[in-house]
């Protein structure tokens, strides 16, 4: 399964990324 998250830098992708991955246990 791939997501793409699209935003600003700085907006908190790497952190919603992180936080979906443990949520759902797939790698990030």
Do not use: D, F, N, V
């Not at 907006?11 to 990030?28: R, V």
Request: aromatic share 14%; glycine share 14%.
């Amino acid at each position: 399964m791939k997501i793409q998250i699209i935003g600003y830098s700085g907006s908190g992708k790497s952190t919603l990324a992180k936080t979906l991955g443990e949520y759902y246990k797939i790698p990030y």
